[in-house]
């Protein structure tokens, strides 16, 4: 790849690495950049997926280092996602994106409405003896549903667990990204795996976003530590609606 493209990947991918600890929907920018630079679709995603999960990683050791992620959550959430990716990545070649991207949209519309709805949504921890079962049964099973989604591309994916973890399992905003950055190792983790499997990951190229986003989400996730819940969760509102608009545009 010549200098300059490498040049423009490198920067792209730092600054969204930066941002995207909160809002998510990282592989919406660099995925359709890549393939605007030339790179074959299959690769571009592959490869994406390998600089993700360097993303995740330092996007959650300044978090796991002051005990943020939802312990209670993390183990049942990491053990669906291991499978739900694992799926997801395997069946990369015949899921239908675009009706996944639809629903997907008018799901973050309707978040986007609900929380802003209720005000105090994110800001305060709520216990298991709050929340009914059945909440908490449709936010594992989100989990799973959406960890195949991002087996396999991952454009919204943590913005839609974040959502999942606010509405369904009581977290806080900042718990839910702590959380959803540990579980997203495991996620883009497993279907990196499979990609290196079949061989349509360019290593030396993931390796090299893989570091420029481990250095990004490290200094994304310590803004965030910074930012009160009122902030966090005006940029997760924000985030999710700009998901769902460009969810919305048609593919070209």
């Not at 997926?49 to 183990?75: C, E």
């Not at 986007?112 to 800001?123: D, E, K, P």
């Not at 996730?221 to 969810?247: D, G, H, T, Y």
Request: aromatic content about 8%.
């Amino acid at each position: 790849m010549a200098g300059a493209k490498l040049f423009a990947l490198i920067a792209v991918f730092f600054v969204t690495s930066v941002v995207s600890v909160v809002t998510g929907s990282t592989s919406l920018i660099t995925v359709p950049l890549m393939i605007g630079l030339g790179i074959e679709a299959h690769i571009a995603v592959a490869t994406n997926m390998l600089a993700l999960t360097f993303m995740s990683v330092g996007g959650s050791l300044p978090f796991v280092g002051r005990g943020i992620p939802s312990r209670r959550h993390l183990l049942p959430g990491i053990v669906l996602t291991v499978i739900g990716s694992g799926l997801g990545a395997l069946l990369l070649l015949t899921m239908p994106l675009r009706a996944l991207q639809i629903t997907i949209a008018v799901a973050m519309i309707a978040v986007a409405a609900f929380s802003l709805l209720n005000g105090n949504l994110g800001q305060e921890t709520h216990t298991a003896t709050l929340r009914s079962r059945a909440a908490e049964v449709t936010g594992y099973a989100a989990t799973f549903i959406l960890a195949i989604y991002g087996g396999f591309f991952s454009g919204g994916y943590v913005t839609m667990l974040t959502a999942a973890f606010v509405v369904f399992l009581g977290m806080t905003f900042l718990q839910a990204v702590a959380t959803t950055k540990v579980i997203n190792v495991f996620s883009s983790g497993v279907a990196t795996l499979v990609f290196l499997w079949r061989g349509v990951v360019d290593l030396r190229l993931g390796v090299i976003l893989g570091i420029t986003m481990f250095l990004g989400a490290l200094l994304g996730s310590r803004i965030a530590l910074l930012l009160s819940a009122i902030w966090l969760r005006r940029i997760f509102i924000a985030a999710a609606l700009c998901l769902a608009v460009k969810l919305l545009l048609p593919l070209h």
